[in-house]
């Protein structure tokens, strides 16, 4: 059975974090682990606490992962510190990890802040130049790139910018666009626009973190980068189809959808 780890924070509410990453996984067969790098009190209206893993408890996590239950994929999502980048690097650098996948998660899709500015930096100048991808949304491609994004052109400049630092895959995710959903795969000067159904539900909570973990769990599964991102979106297309509609915000997706009783 194939293997994947998500780094990530826990969503008590469980439509985001490491609860989103464990339904997705679990929907495409695999077997979940996760390292969780902090609690957070959120629900679909937004995120009202944060309380962060020691250094130290997160490394004890990944050593115990990685020393027993070797990884096949690994998808890697809310990190608020330096100090806990810090230690993801230095452990993905210990054991050699592979089909790593960043979610550079900045700001929840309610619009909370969940990354420091001084982790900024060292996800991008340490992190990022690990990963076989990186899946940043409109907003977050604008930190990363430092432009100002209002159309397709604008997209492929940013990855671009971005692309200067890293030598792996840039999805930047159209999800934000107002008139498409169509995503932006970039790699060492090469552009591939992906095409994508804007589906009519204002239900997205977690909907980064499903498209990253989707990622991780095809990579583990021996796909392409290209093909995991067109499964992984066929997958969100139909979680959002299913018109899950839970809370009293922006609702989580229905991640079990494709997954049949007994």
């Known amino acids: ?141 604008e930190v990363l790139s430092g432009i100002e994004i209002k159309e397709h052109k604008d997209m492929e400049r940013a990855a671009a910018i971005i692309g200067g ?7 930047i995710k159209g999800g934000h666009s107002l008139y498409d959903a169509n995503d932006l795969l970039y790699s060492n000067g090469s552009y591939k626009w992906i095409k994508g159904e804007k589906i009519d539900n204002p239900n997205t909570h977690g909907t980064g973190c499903t498209l990253s973990s989707a990622i991780a769990s095809n990579l583990a599964l021996g796909y392409s980068v290209l093909e995991s991102v067109e499964r992984s979106k066929k997958y969100i297309s139909g979680a959002l189809r299913a018109n899950l509609n839970l809370g009293k915000g922006s609702g989580p997706l229905n991640h079990c959808f494709s997954i049949e009783g007994f």
Do not use: W
């Open 165 to 171: 630092n890293i030598t792996g895959f840039i999805l």
């Open 1 to 141: 059975m194939k293997t994947v780890l998500s780094i990530a924070g826990s969503d008590c509410s469980g439509g985001a974090g490491i609860q989103a990453d464990i339904k997705t996984i679990t929907a495409h067969k695999l077997y979940a682990m996760s390292a969780i790098t902090a609690l957070t009190a959120q629900n679909t209206t937004g995120v009202y606490g944060v309380m962060e893993s020691t250094p130290e408890f997160l490394e004890n996590q990944l050593d115990c992962i990685f020393t027993d239950i070797y990884p096949d994929a690994i998808k890697i999502g809310m990190v608020s510190s330096e100090e806990l980048i810090r230690v993801i690097v230095d452990k993905l650098k210990e054991y050699k990890a592979k089909n790593i996948v960043v979610d550079p998660v900045m700001v929840s899709t309610s619009g909370s802040k969940l990354l420091e500015d001084s982790a900024i930096e060292i996800l991008i100048n340490e992190l990022m130049p690990l990963a076989t991808i990186i899946t940043p949304n409109i907003p977050e491609a």
